[in-house]
């Protein structure tokens, strides 16, 4: 009774929103059986089957183009930032489906307030806001500005030794901005046939997509609603203390090695071998997104590689390399470095390629299969199914209904890829005259497979394996031009070609199981697909080239040191040299590293399938986080780690609201030091420095500084 008094409670509250109260007296006759009852229906559909759904032109609104420009500019800036620092980005899904639906809703109060409001904000709507945003976040994280365009740059040509005129090209935001407006929307036209397949016909779950419809479906809801605004008001918070916090670190940074980011935690021996806690708000809320497993992974690359491994490598400075070489010469000890991060990416990458690529032939296998056993179903009894089923196929019915009346016509975007595949045949080989057009034709009838392969493969697992696709296209196409005719550059701008459009295949599935599920029309989605796409292509270079004026990108040894671009220049040099450009003994550690990855990978899968008492597969680290501190050292590893120390123990004493409002603390304490990167960036371009240099020596240091002052 206690329980059917709380439900009552929300009656009136649920009947002013125009929704379905949740439960309904109805008749059912289930085996036989007459049942008169209260039926809860657990489905979502049922929930709102009162609401009116609106027309595809009515749910892409000017609020919410124009909310959706100003929550990509956010997202693109944070993503740029990250992508430059240590390249770990988080989703932010959540947070991106949150603020799109507190922007909205409160506009759509304060009209209402004077009688102005001509059109409800519904899900639908929250959805093509979700989808423009994602999109252009999904531009800023697959641009290559921070990995591939920026390796073919001279300060990172002149890191591995390599500046040969063919193999660099200086950065300049025109032909930037053209490269990404000629290859990212090919992929958009490429999987719209394919939709109805994917989704209905597969069933395939993206998790990330069904995820983020739930999210979206609850906020509509007036529980969901009364939360969502608790959760932005826990965002606004912590943004504003990440902001202030990282204002105040400022005043003490005149310089290098100065302020809270230098801090020597650990003692100046660790702080020297990159061990320390640098303050990092944006780091600590990674942490917190982040899966404990990703952390502590982190933590351990870090102290195999910087810990062990390093100094260890640095004592045979003269004996496997030459001592007189630069600290950032690839044939030094920044060779082993890159070359065994590498080794462990690629293996990492391969195995995930081969499975998912096995795991995509054997569930299409099995699909067909089940189809001919279901023909063969001739006889079915109502006796057999269940309220529960009946209840599920009320939603499997709308949602259909919904998803298969606005279809895009394939005689659109089967022409709209061809067309934009012919033109980026023409206009790539003129940015990049290493790229014959015959290599670009190569690249787009490469295309299509990979990205199919792709967008099942991340319906299966919500993996998307794009970077590891465009890494192989460096080796393949770097390797068919060869060094002298510039095929470093011309493996670099294959990896841009084929990342482009297999990372915006396996998104656009994603955003179309949220509509699926949230009752958005496809066509709604694909417009904010395409309009979200050319903002990303946009913001992001522009965002970019903020950063690349203000500050020294791509020095190891500076606030923004860009890891994938050495990373991706190695690999193309190993396309074009082979083993010739790795310092001695690398290519055997590299070997080991390399199998090192693949066994990880495959043991961590065996124990999935047939462990399950303990699952012990859940603590066994991930070999592509073990690899990224091979190059940037250990001090953001520890940053999340206190992040994830931190959810942990809000855990232990309130799980429920450490799940609902740790997301969005996580993402204002992300979001407040990263946008305090625009003021920031703006006193550096006016030649304003910090008054104070807050700097840490040993006491023998100091006591010689003192002498040195004292008898000035």
Not at 153 to 162: G, W, Y
Not at 383 to 402: A, I, P
Not at 495 to 504: K, L, R
Request: proline share 4%; aromatic share 14%.
């Amino acid at each position: 009774m206690e329980r059917r008094r709380h439900e009552h409670d929300f009656e009136e509250e649920w009947r002013e929103a125009g929704i379905s109260r949740g439960y309904s007296y109805t008749d059912y006759n289930v085996n036989g059986r007459n049942i008169e009852r209260i039926v809860e229906p657990e489905t979502v559909e049922q929930v709102f089957k009162n609401l009116e759904v609106p027309s595809w032109r009515k749910q892409i609104t000017i609020r919410a183009m124009v909310t959706s420009i100003v929550l990509s500019f956010v997202f693109n800036f944070v993503i740029c930032k990250l992508s430059l620092t240590t390249g770990i980005i988080p989703s932010f899904n959540v947070a991106a489906g949150l603020l799109g639906f507190a922007f909205v809703k409160a506009w759509v109060s304060l009209i209402e307030k004077f009688g102005l409001l001509k059109q409800p904000f519904t899900r639908q709507e929250n959805t093509v806001i979700q989808t423009c945003v994602v999109a252009a976040s999904g531009i800023a994280f697959n641009n290559g500005t921070s990995s591939y365009l920026l390796a073919m740059s001279s300060i990172v040509a002149d890191q591995a030794d390599r500046d040969i005129p063919t193999n660099v090209k200086s950065l300049s935001l025109g032909w930037i901005i053209g490269f990404l407006l000629t290859v990212s929307f090919v992929g958009l036209f490429l999987m719209v046939p394919l939709t109805e397949m994917m989704i209905i016909k597969y069933k395939l779950t993206y998790p990330t997509g069904t995820a983020t419809a739930y999210l979206i479906n609850s906020f509509h809801t007036p529980r969901g609603a009364k939360l969502a605004g608790q959760q932005v008001s826990a965002l606004f918070k912590s943004f504003c203390f990440s902001f202030a916090f990282a204002f105040f670190q400022w005043f003490f940074k005149s310089g290098s090695d100065c302020g809270f980011s230098s801090f020597p935690t650990f003692g100046l021996q660790a702080y020297s071998h990159r061990f320390y806690f640098d303050f990092s708000s944006t780091y600590v809320g990674v942490g917190m997104i982040c899966p404990y497993m990703v952390n502590v992974s982190l933590l351990l690359g870090s102290i195999l590689s910087w810990g062990i491994m390093w100094p260890l490598i640095e004592k045979k400075a003269g004996i496997w390399y030459s001592a007189d070489l630069p600290a950032n010469s690839l044939h030094g000890i920044q060779g082993y470095r890159v070359f065994l991060a590498i080794a462990m990416m690629l293996g990492d990458g391969l195995y995930h390629v081969v499975y998912i690529m096995v795991k995509t032939m054997v569930n299409i296998i099995q699909q067909h299969s089940m189809k001919r056993k279901e023909a063969t179903v001739i006889n079915t009894h109502f006796s057999n199914q269940t309220l529960e089923s009946m209840l599920e196929n009320f939603d499997e019915r709308r949602r259909k209904e919904f998803f298969l009346k606005d279809q895009i016509p394939s005689w659109v975007a089967i022409p709209g890829y061809i067309c934009l595949a012919g033109l980026s045949i023409g206009v790539i080989p003129v940015i990049f005259p290493q790229l014959k057009p015959y290599h670009v034709l190569v690249a787009y009838l490469m295309a299509p497979i990979l990205a199919f392969c792709n967008a099942y493969g991340c319906g299966l697992t919500d993996w998307s394996l794009a970077s590891n696709y465009g890494k192989m296209a460096i080796m393949v196409f770097s390797s068919w031009v060869g060094l002298e005719n510039g095929g470093v550059l011309a493996g670099l701008a294959s990896c841009g070609v084929i990342m482009s459009i297999v990372s915006t295949a396996s998104d656009l599935m994603q955003d179309f199981k949220t509509g699926y599920l949230t009752l958005a029309s496809p066509r709604s989605m694909f417009f904010s697909q395409v309009f979200g796409t050319a903002i990303g292509c946009l913001f992001s270079p522009l965002i970019f080239w903020f950063f690349y004026k203000a500050y020294s990108v791509g020095d190891p040894t500076g606030s923004y040191p860009a890891p994938y671009g050495p990373m991706y220049r190695g690999m193309a040099l190993l396309g074009v040299e082979g083993v010739a450009s790795l310092p001695k003994n690398c290519l055997e550690f590299a070997i080991w590293f390399f199998v090192a990855a693949l066994l990880i990978n495959l043991i961590t899968h065996l124990l999935q399938r047939y462990e399950t008492r303990y699952r012990i597969y859940r603590f066994i680290p991930s070999p592509m986080c073990i690899a990224i501190p091979f190059y940037l050292g250990g001090y953001f590893s520890i940053d999340m780690c206190i992040g994830s120390l931190i959810l942990l123990f809000w855990g232990m004493k309130n799980k429920q609201m450490a799940n609902d409002f740790g997301p969005a603390v996580a993402s204002g304490l992300i979001c407040g030091e990263s946008l305090w990167g625009v003021p920031a960036a703006m006193l550096s371009l006016a030649g304003l420095k910090a008054p104070i240099c807050m700097k840490f020596l040993s006491a023998s240091t100091n006591n010689k500084m003192d002498a040195i002052l004292s008898g000035l």
